[in-house]
């Protein structure tokens, strides 16, 4: 008979983790979204770019790109709390583009490390085989375990 | 009055095999004689150029046997079947009405990209080494086709050898050729092919003879995997004979019809091989990543040469019940062209490697030693340490009277120890009571020790013994009861046939596999001349490539993860190399509030 999933305690802080980046970065985003919108409706014409440009200047290429990503991590939550094997999968991959980002950061002398080594813990304890198997597994731990000689 | 037992020929065709070939296999076994016919005799001494010693249609089997020129002196005597084809010629055989045609999957989109820039080198290599020359798998063919024309046959040698309680059955298949290489994309191509199968018969207790097990040469494999049952549900039987499939071009001998992947390692990694697997020990034991359920990565796999051995059995079957019928040659007694020629039976290439290079004789290895499967077919297949069925009570009984009397020979010793021991203990103790005695003290004491600890580990011993003793006597009571145990718990790594869904890849798949290592080599010459943006350059091209591999491989999961463990390392090397000092010191107060916590619990309780 599969064994019963129990959800590991780490998963749920990192569930939480998703879901206050994911609301945080989908107030911040909104929030700069009606701006952009309150900026371009008083103007017309050819001079919207360079308002449009004059309203992000202060969000970079990298806000633009981590935002969507973070918004993910409500829905990511969701799936962590519950074990689907997906959400592991997808909060991998999220960190993958974290990893890039400050790795970016990191080359260009922006390090931020606080977010670097919170990614690496997660990556780390994601990857744990315990966990795993709370994600994929149904049966107990044989790791080590072998007839052979 | 008891049955006459059967005769060397009778129990060989008894038990001949089928061997069923694949669809598109242009050699089958048949007969030397008309193969040294028309083959040329070679010599090519140690510091020189080959001379012609026979030429070709002057040469017959027996000549071998003979001594031959040149003996004395270091070298290698060869043989050389067909000369090449060119032109017209070659294109006359390729294009031959009737001949065998083969379709099969490619080899190079069932393996990953490393595999296949290690195979683009192990090709570059072929111009490098020497190999057997193109046509002249062509030429093989057409020599072999004629032969047949000549005189159809289908022929084995056999012999039969009486060892250790075992009757075995040697079966010999001569091939005019190897053409895997050419015909099959497979390692390498030589001419002249020898195959061989055992069938081991029991012949313990004296009574009726039965096949107990059955053992096929596959390439150079040797021991347990090599050896079934036979009443293995593998071992196929057609009419109370085996069946066994012939790998095209190969003809390495499979239980199991099938496409095998072969993975050919190439020693220059093996440094590397070793360091990633200490990596990847520590990764899934020490740090516990990964996941548990899944097998770790196949290393030897990611550096091997891929090739496919195509035994799919839908061919020409020759056998009993096959549309074929063999030829049985007795080799009793044992003809000098086996006995004496220790040349190799085909083209020599000179290549180092030796693969293309023709084989020696049945008896002989290509460097002129006795083939353990002509010398020893029990130690071959690993056999000589198992005893046939109806001897295994008696290997047991004969392991437990052993043990029992080693037992008993300890328990005595242990007794005889014990009862010294004690008083060496007693005076030991008097001895402490008197000062002056001091050094006499120190003596027994010593002695008292060293006494006690032989004791100790004799018991030791005794006890695991006893275990011993226990677990045989309980085999024993099985095997007494019928039980053979687990017919296939020998098997460590056996040959398995490729499934379904491995073979199974798009035209697409097959097209990328090809044009892949090019266009990746193409890649970094086009960054090489570019003057920018290089590694970023190199980074996006190496990325698209693992991304379209992994499409196609259907691991687009396994990509990202290993992804994002690769730049965690990256990421985590870069903090250790910025914060050393700062992890250190980080480290230390982390141990050493983990040892105060751990105290204060103690006290505690």
Request: hydrophobic share 45%; charged share 20%.
């Amino acid at each position: 008979m599969p064994r019963p999933k129990s959800r590991p305690f780490g998963v749920t802080v990192i569930a939480l983790l998703l879901l206050v980046n994911g609301l945080f970065a989908l107030a911040q985003g909104s929030s700069r979204l009606v701006e952009l919108y309150q900026e371009r409706a008083g103007l017309t014409g050819p001079d919207i770019l360079d308002d449009l440009s004059d309203a992000t200047e202060d969000w970079t290429a990298r806000d633009w790109l981590t935002v969507p990503f973070t918004i993910s991590g409500i829905v990511l939550a969701w799936g962590m709390l519950t074990l689907h094997p997906r959400a592991w999968l997808a909060t991998m991959a999220l960190q993958a583009v974290y990893l890039t980002i400050h790795l970016y950061d990191y080359f260009n002398g922006e390090q931020r490390t606080i977010g670097l080594v919170i990614t690496l813990a997660t990556v780390f304890y994601l990857n744990l085989s315990d966990v795993q198997l709370a994600f994929h597994g149904t049966t107990p731990n044989t790791a080590g375990k072998s007839t052979a000689p | 009055m008891s049955e006459q037992p059967p005769d060397d020929l009778t129990l060989l065709r008894q038990y001949e095999p089928l061997l069923r070939h694949t669809n598109g296999e242009h050699f089958f076994p048949t007969r030397v004689e008309r193969y040294v016919e028309r083959s040329a005799l070679w010599f090519r001494p140690a510091d020189g150029p080959a001379v012609e010693l026979i030429p070709s249609g002057g040469l017959e089997i027996d000549r071998l046997g003979l001594p031959l020129p040149y003996e004395d002196t270091p070298g290698i005597h060869f043989l050389q079947f067909a000369k090449p084809l060119t032109g017209r010629a070659l294109q006359r055989v390729i294009n031959r009405r009737g001949r065998p045609r083969f379709r099969g999957r490619g080899r190079l989109a069932r393996v990953g990209l490393v595999a296949r820039l290690v195979d683009a080198f192990f090709t570059v290599s072929l111009w490098l080494r020497g190999t057997v020359p193109g046509g002249t798998a062509a030429a093989a063919e057409e020599a072999y086709v004629e032969m047949q024309a000549e005189r159809e046959s289908y022929t084995y040698y056999g012999r039969v050898l009486r060892q250790d309680g075992y009757v075995i059955l040697h079966y010999l298949f001569f091939y005019c050729m190897n053409d895997w290489r050419s015909s099959f994309h497979g390692v390498n191509d030589h001419e002249a092919d020898w195959e061989q199968v055992f069938i081991y018969l029991e012949n313990c207790d004296g009574g009726d003879l039965r096949p107990v097990w059955i053992a096929c040469a596959a390439h150079d494999g040797a021991g347990d995997d090599r050896r079934r049952h036979w009443d293995d549900p593998e071992v196929e039987k057609a009419g109370g004979h085996p069946v066994l499939y012939a790998g095209a071009g190969s003809h390495a001998l499979y239980f199991t019809p099938g496409e095998y992947l072969v993975t050919v390692s190439l020693s220059v990694f093996r440094p590397l091989l070793r360091v990633l697997e200490t990596a990847m020990r520590f990764w899934r034991v020490t740090l516990r990543q990964g996941n548990p359920e899944e097998s770790p990565p196949q290393l030897n796999a990611l550096f091997g040469i891929p090739f496919v051995d195509y035994a799919r059995g839908d061919g020409l079957a020759i056998g009993p019940t096959g549309r074929k019928t063999w030829t049985p040659v007795l080799l009793d007694p044992v003809p000098a062209w086996i006995e004496n020629y220790r040349g190799l039976w085909g083209f020599y290439a000179k290549d180092p490697v030796s693969g293309e290079n023709a084989p020696a004789g049945p008896k002989f290895n290509r460097d002129g030693t006795v083939r353990r499967a002509w010398h020893n077919p029990l130690g071959w297949s690993g056999l000589l340490k198992v005893a046939p069925e109806s001897c295994a009570g008696d290997a047991l009984r004969h392991r437990l009277a052993t043990l029992r009397n080693a037992q008993s020979a300890d328990r005595e010793a242990a007794a005889e120890q014990h009862a010294a021991l004690m008083p060496l203990h007693a005076e030991m103790r008097a001895l402490a009571e008197q000062p002056r005695l001091s050094e006499a003290y120190q003596r027994a004491w010593a002695a008292v020790q060293e006494k006690e600890r032989a004791l100790n580990q004799l018991r030791d011993r005794i006890a695991e013994r006893e275990e011993v003793i226990r677990a045989l006597e309980s085999r024993l009571a099985a095997v007494e009861a019928g039980d053979r145990g687990d017919l296939r718990a020998h098997l460590v790594h056996p040959d398995r046939p490729q499934s379904e869904r491995d073979i199974r890849l798009s035209a697409l798949a097959e097209s990328w596999a090809a044009f892949s290592v090019g266009l990746l080599l193409v890649g970094f010459v086009a960054l090489y001349l570019t003057p920018q943006g290089r590694l970023i350059g190199l980074g996006l091209l190496v990325g698209l490539f693992a991304l379209i591999e992994a499409i196609f491989q259907r691991r687009l999961a396994t990509l990202i993860v290993r992804v994002t463990v690769g730049l965690s390392i990256f990421a985590a090397l870069l903090l250790i190399y910025d914060y050393f000092w700062e992890i250190v010191i980080v480290a230390v107060f982390i141990v050493a509030l983990i040892i105060i916590a751990d105290n204060l619990r103690e006290l505690r309780e």
